[in-house]
Structure formats: C-alpha cells, structure tokens
Nanobody
C-alpha cells in the first residue's frame, strides 16, 4: 500500500492550495481517508476526514476554509485549503482507515509521506 501526497508549497496568507493524495495497493473506496498535519515543534493533529460514503468532518480551525473530497475513480483524496493563515504552516499527511468514523491517529492503518505547506505572513 502506498499513499502519495502532493500539492504543498509556499503561499502567502489568504491564498489557497489543493493537496492531493493518491492511493495504490488498496481498495480505495472501502477506506475512510483523513488529513493530519504537524507544525514545527508540535504534535501531529487531525485536520479533516471523509467517510466511505463521502461524509466529511473537520477540526474547528479548518471549518469554512478547508474542504475534503475524494474521487474513487482516481483513488485520490483532496484537501482544498482556502484563506490560509501562517498557523496552517505544517507538514500535511494523508492517512487511510478501514472503518468509518474517528479522528485518532492510531485508528489509521496507512500513512503517506507528507507534503509541506508554508504560509507566509
């Protein structure tokens, strides 16, 4: 199984980025997908989640700014991030879990390598 995250980069505050995570080696449509992030000097935290039936869930700071979506035909999950703030600077990770529901890291079986998002003020 491989999860390949991409789309990170340097953006000014207020800008947008779309992260992608392409999965291979698993039955993608059967897995719920999540995005996590780890800011410098901080622990990794949950950002967003989408169930196998396309139900999304977001951490409060992401609500209204971030949108998670999945394309089962492309085995890909996306994270559209708008109105970015410097505090969104982090390495963003995608992850897959077999069972719907939950935001805890230990519930996710497969992880991508991370993509760096840097938001300048």
């Amino acid at each position: 199984v491989q999860l390949q995250a991409s789309g990170g980069g340097l953006v000014q505050a207020g800008g947008s980025l779309r992260l992608s995570c392409k999965a291979s080696g698993l039955s993608f449509s059967s897995y719920a997908m999540g995005w996590f992030r780890q800011a410098p000097g901080k622990e990794r935290e949950f950002v967003a989640y989408i169930s196998t039936s396309d139900s999304p869930w977001y951490v409060d700071p992401a609500k209204g700014r971030f949108t998670i979506a999945r394309d089962n035909a492309k085995n890909t999950v996306y994270l559209q991030m708008n109105s970015l703030k410097p505090e969104d600077t982090a390495v963003y990770y995608c992850a897959a879990r077999w069972v719907d529901g939950g935001t805890a890291e230990h519930e996710y079986t497969y992880w991508g390598q991370g993509t760096l998002v840097t938001v300048s003020s």
